[in-house]
């Protein structure tokens, strides 16, 4: 299996624990998911993986791509993100902060989510002014609802553990003590289950998502290329430093 700095790889039976190892805030670029997809492909490869925990080491889950770096985030991490999808053995997310932004479209890579009560989950893309990224205007309807997620994107409001709970994005809440046993449990639970039956199921239900995901990304990325030029999403980028209100003008 592949090996890199920033990603760590545990095997605990059939279940491969994969840990995000940028804190406090996990911000992702293109080598960070690129290396996820190599991993990910490594465990398809082995036949005794049969799921997959992803988690995080620091106070978030993952807080995105980091707006604050020369140049801005790379817009090929968010093609590269679909090798993830591309991927077909189980996910359980084990989410114990923030998943902001892209964040959350990494945690929606996942089949499952347990949360603590501490996560945050935010689509937070217009008080950047920017749009929405990593194929959430797909994702996040596709588990929440077109309603929930319009109102989540157009308002970019932040959902706690337990009102993700009750909107349906986050499937179990567990105190944060005890997060990476209950992601655990799960994926265990999933990897007792016959294997090829599991990943044939699992190929129906997400029939047509990675193909989806491809469209839809070229589609987010064009608009954000755009709406990063305007003076709307260099208020918005340093309000959000800032934690602040953004002065939009609509130009």
Known sequence: MHEFEDVGVEIVGHVAVVELRRPPHNYFDLPLMNALGHIFEDIDQEVSL??????????????????NTPGGPSREVYPAAARLF?????????????????????????????????????????????????????TLPRVIGVQ??????????????????????VDELVELSALRTAALKLASEIAEAAPLAVVSTRATLRQGLFDAYCEQVRHESDEQTKLLATADAREGILAVAERRPGRFIGA
């Not at 049969?50 to 707006?67: E, K, M, P, Q, W």
């Not at 089949?111 to 929405?132: C, S, T, Y």
């Not at 989540?152 to 409001?157: D, H, I, K, P, V």
């Open 50 to 67: 049969r799921s997959i925990v992803l988690c995080a080491n620091g106070s978030a889950f993952c807080a995105g791509a980091d707006f």
């Open 86 to 138: 591309a991927a077909r053995k189980p996910v359980v997310a084990a989410i114990q902060g923030p998943a902001i932004g892209g964040g959350l479209g990494l945690a929606l890579v996942a089949d499952f989510r347990v949360a603590a009560p501490e996560a945050r989950f935010a689509a937070n893309f217009v008080k950047l002014g920017i749009h929405p990224g990593f194929g959430l205007t797909h």
């Open 148 to 169: 929930r997620a319009a109102l989540l994107m157009y308002t970019g409001r932040r959902l706690n553990g337990e009102q993700a709970l009750g909107w349906g994005l």
